[in-house]
């Protein structure tokens, strides 16, 4: 069975990955439109109607700012937890919510669907009651960790036992200190409950990549704070002074990536 992974977007104007066979898979957040959802995975060879279920990290408006057309148009389960879901449902930005659609999961209790073992742990952020998720297949262990301040206990297990794995890289650290933010916002974004900065990313799989992690994703890069080249080179070069072998890639923003054969 060939498992596929692709970005449909990635980062603060949109986030949105699809994980699956040609035949049918899971989406992870729903931040940008139906529309472009069902484009981005047609010219890369799937159909949004084989798409099974959508699974919420957490409630800030660039993971979900869809969610509710995606589940009516496409009658699609929503699974996140309680809270989450309640949060989705009071936002004053949303026109549509996923009341008719709403599948409520609970940390750390694996839900199948299909030929996927979808497994939700909490990480640390300011949206409410944020989760990353490792998805098991054929023996492998695909876990996405996006929107995180730090990399808890919970949150390490994980991802060292992923075999595939994306991770936030949202900013570097001298261009976020000498960018435009106010100092409020660059507090926020590096506080535990922030972002993941590129050095924090690199610091961490070096000293706690494990040997069957074959393929490490950065993702959620910043567009004022970040660049693609930056990123990849901060952690590139980490790994490559322990002498680490793996294959490393920086999603896009705002369009979709390559298709990757897990």
């Not at 990290?57 to 969610?67: L, N």
């Not at 742990?121 to 944020?130: E, K, V, Y």
């Not at 993702?219 to 002498?243: D, F, I, M, W």
């Not at 999603?251 to 990757?260: I, M, Q």
Request: neutral net charge; aromatic residues 8%.
């Amino acid at each position: 069975m060939e498992i596929n992974f692709i970005s449909l977007a990635s980062g603060s104007s949109g986030n949105c990955f699809y994980i699956g066979t040609r035949n049918h898979g899971i989406l992870i957040d729903a931040g940008i439109a139906v529309r472009s959802i069902k484009k981005r995975l047609h010219t890369a060879g799937f159909d949004l109607n084989n798409v099974r279920a959508v699974f919420i990290t957490h409630d800030h408006i660039d993971h979900v700012r869809y969610v509710g057309a995606l589940s009516e148009k496409a009658f699609l389960p929503v699974y996140a937890t309680e809270k989450t879901h309640n949060a989705i449902a009071d936002s004053y930005i949303l026109r549509q919510t996923a009341n008719s659609c709403k599948r409520i999961i609970e940390k750390n209790k694996p839900v199948v669907i299909d030929d996927f073992c979808v497994e939700a742990f909490g990480i640390s952020h300011d949206g409410c009651d944020n989760v990353g998720y490792t998805v098991g297949f054929n023996g492998k262990r695909f876990t996405l960790v996006t929107d995180l301040g730090y990399i808890c206990e919970n949150a390490k297990k994980h991802i060292c036992n992923a075999d595939y794995l994306v991770i936030e890289a949202n900013y570097d650290e001298q261009m976020l200190d000498k960018g435009k933010y106010p100092v409020s916002l660059q507090k926020r974004i590096k506080a535990d409950t922030g972002h993941l900065s590129n050095r924090q990313a690199a610091d961490f799989l070096s000293e706690n990549i494990n040997e069957k992690l074959s393929h490490v994703w950065l993702c959620h890069l910043s567009r004022e704070n970040n660049l693609p080249q930056l990123a990849y080179q901060t952690v590139a070069e980490k790994l490559n002074e322990k002498g680490l072998n793996v294959n490393l890639y920086v999603l896009p923003r705002t369009s979709p990536s390559d298709v990757f054969v897990l």
